[in-house]
């Protein structure tokens, strides 16, 4: 998990310095895939749908073949016809990121703004595995006669328990999505900082630990209401989407 962690850290200062260096050719490159995905990829539909199997029923992936490589192949002519319409605006686009990719590449501290956090988001989720073993344990737990293994318990849960877990559960998405949103308030910040200190004569510097000062401290209301907001939204999603899941 070390190495892994570590990797991700170089692995990403890498893919700034590629966008950095090279903007135009990574659009290129995504542009190419794109090309070959709609083109290729609906030539060889069409392709497959018109050389039948004899050994097949007529229609069983005829239509499918020819139908999916027609709407692929429409996809394409509106990509290129949207590229050639927008491609000003394509390469504001690719200053743009580049333009970011130098703010990130000359601010690399904001990764251990990330790592910060992920550090308390895992604090955070420990407590609130310990909090549900605690609860766990104060549960009616009686022996399951039926276990093959003969360690098997049942848990009687109580309607308070159950209302506690719920806002725990609340509290750990609500924390998760403070800690997300603190860290992008720290980089948003810090652009901020970075943008209005460089001018013509050089570019400036990125007050990263500023930023998380002002995210901490003087938003930080701001910051937690809008979690709050987004908590109860994301609550919401998931509960019509168990329930759209249970109708079915």
């Not at 497959?48 to 992936?61: I, R, W």
């Not at 344990?137 to 849960?157: F, H, M, R, Y």
């Not at 877990?165 to 860290?183: K, N, P, V």
Request: hydrophobic share 55%.
């Amino acid at each position: 998990m070390t190495i892994t962690f570590v990797l991700a850290m170089v692995y990403s200062i890498m893919f700034m310095w590629f966008m950095s260096t090279f903007p135009s050719l990574l659009v290129y490159i995504s542009i190419a895939v794109l090309e070959l995905t709609f083109i290729g990829g609906g030539g060889f539909l069409i392709y497959k749908g018109l050389t039948h199997d004899s050994n097949l029923p007529e229609d069983a992936d005829t239509k499918g073949y020819l139908w999916s490589g027609i709407a692929l192949l429409l996809s394409g002519l509106i990509f290129n016809l949207m590229l050639w319409c927008c491609w000003t605006s394509m390469k504001v686009a690719i200053a743009i990121v580049d333009a970011t990719a130098d703010f990130f590449l000359a601010t690399k501290r904001l990764v251990f703004v990330s790592i910060f956090y992920f550090f308390v988001m895992v604090m955070v989720f420990t407590f609130f595995v310990m909090s549900m073993m605690c609860i766990a344990s104060n549960q009616t737990i009686v022996p399951d006669e039926a276990s093959k293994t003969l360690q098997g318990k049942d848990i009687s849960w109580d309607n308070q328990s159950l209302t506690f877990i719920a806002l725990l559960f609340f509290a750990l998405l609500w924390i998760d999505l403070y800690c997300m949103h603190q860290t992008v308030f720290t980089a948003m910040a810090s652009c901020a900082t970075y943008y209005f200190s460089s001018n013509a004569n050089g570019e400036g510097s990125a007050k990263v630990l500023v930023s998380m000062k002002w995210g901490m401290f003087k938003h930080n209301g701001s910051i937690a209401f809008g979690s709050l907001i987004l908590a109860l939204v994301t609550l919401l999603k998931i509960m019509a989407d168990a329930a759209a899941d249970g109708n079915k």
